[in-house]
């Protein structure tokens, strides 16, 4: 496959973030998907969103699996570290590299068919094991690759260009995450820049399993008016949970106020910021409350975008394992292969 690279030239007063490197450092090559397609929305996002996090590129590691969703690593951190894997495998290799060397920031790149279907055993377990990761699906209902059959994903209700109904049960993928134990659920919509951003900043941020399923339509075979994953219906039922964003970690600010008010907060910075307290009903942190609202308003036929379900006491599999605070690359031999004796005693623990 032949890529188109970027002009390495660029204007010299281009905006730069801490690190003193501008969004174009933290691109990749010319994209080769179909022109409007969602999923280039998304790699935009990821691009936006490591520029703010100012995190370099060599310290993350960008993995994916196939289809046209697996192929987007390659338009964004053309310098970070990445593995295209087989279908379906992707966690597999993210769970080996990251057990490997913990250090690095893992973003994992998925599609509907790459999770739902041949990859769903992968992801289930990647989730159970707290694995500390950023999955985004890239979900669009379709099989792009193959001219356009229906995905796990794709709702009963939904039509394809000819007219022909799904006729089995779509797979949620948040609602599945949630019951499996994932400390950071979101879904978004790749038309709303405002929202993905900081939810991919914040699935960056956290320490644990963080799924991000994003609805992003396939503009050759799934954007029909039938479609429940096109940009019409997306834009028409889209239920906003929360309006968010993401700041660094400082000391505590604290604010006390009753649902239906409002207040200022003064920031670390002097700025103010107005906060709108919306419901009280709705608790991220409770994972019943989430599942009970994603059934209802699908029922409903509403797509729920924000932080569903969030763990602030999340742990990740490092923690779980209680595994070597040094990553196992910088080991040396006689750490990694300590003898018989060594062994032995291992071994002993289990019997």
């Known amino acids: 496959m032949t890529h188109i690279a970027k002009p390495k030239f660029s204007h010299p007063n281009l905006p730069k973030n801490g690190l003193g490197l501008t969004r174009r450092n933290y691109e990749g090559v010319v994209s080769t998907l179909c022109a409007g397609c969602g999923h280039d929305s998304v790699s935009a996002a990821i691009i936006e969103a ?4 100012e995190i370099p590129a060599h310290k993350i590691a960008k ?11 390659n338009y964004f951190l053309n310098r970070a570290h990445g593995f295209n894997s087989v279908h379906g495998r992707m966690p597999s290799v993210a769970t080996g590299a990251n057990l490997a060397n913990g250090e690095l920031t893992y973003l994992g790149v998925s599609g509907d068919g790459d999770t739902a279907s041949i990859g769903l055993g992968q992801f289930s377990h990647a989730v159970r094991r707290r694995l500390n990761m950023v999955y985004i699906v890239e979900n669009n209902g379709t099989y792009g690759l193959t001219k356009g059959q229906f995905s796990a994903t794709n709702d009963k209700r939904s039509k394809n260009r000819k007219g022909v109904e799904n006729q089995f049960d779509s797979i949620d993928l948040c609602s599945l995450a949630i019951e499996l134990g994932a400390g950071f659920v979101a879904r978004s919509f790749s038309g709303d820049k405002a929202q993905l951003v900081p939810l991919i900043k914040a699935g960056m941020s956290y320490h644990g399993f ?19 994953k096109s940009y019409d219906y997306l834009r028409a039922h889209n239920q906003v949970m929360d309006r968010l964003d993401i700041v660094a970690s400082r000391p505590e600010i604290s604010a006390d106020y009753e649902p239906g008010t409002a207040i200022d907060v003064t920031l670390h910075d002097g ?5 709108h307290k919306l419901s009280s009903e709705y608790d991220p942190t409770d994972a019943d409350t989430a599942l009970s609202n994603l059934n209802r308003y699908k029922r409903q036929g509403t797509v729920v975008t924000g932080v569903l379900y969030l763990d602030p006491d999340e742990v990740d599999l490092h923690d779980v394992m209680n595994s070597s605070k040094q990553p196992l690359n910088s080991l040396g031999q006689s750490e990694l292969c300590p003898g018989a004796d060594a062994l032995e005693a291992l071994n002993a623990q289990y019997r």
Do not use: W
């Not at 993995?63 to 690593?73: E, N, Q």
């Open 50 to 53: 490591c520029y703010e996090l």
């Open 63 to 73: 993995i994916s699996g196939i289809g046209c969703s697996s192929k987007t690593t």
């Open 210 to 228: 963080a799924l991000i399923d994003v609805i992003s339509p396939c503009v050759t075979f799934n954007n029909h008016t039938s479609s429940t």
């Open 271 to 275: 700025s103010q910021i107005n906060l």
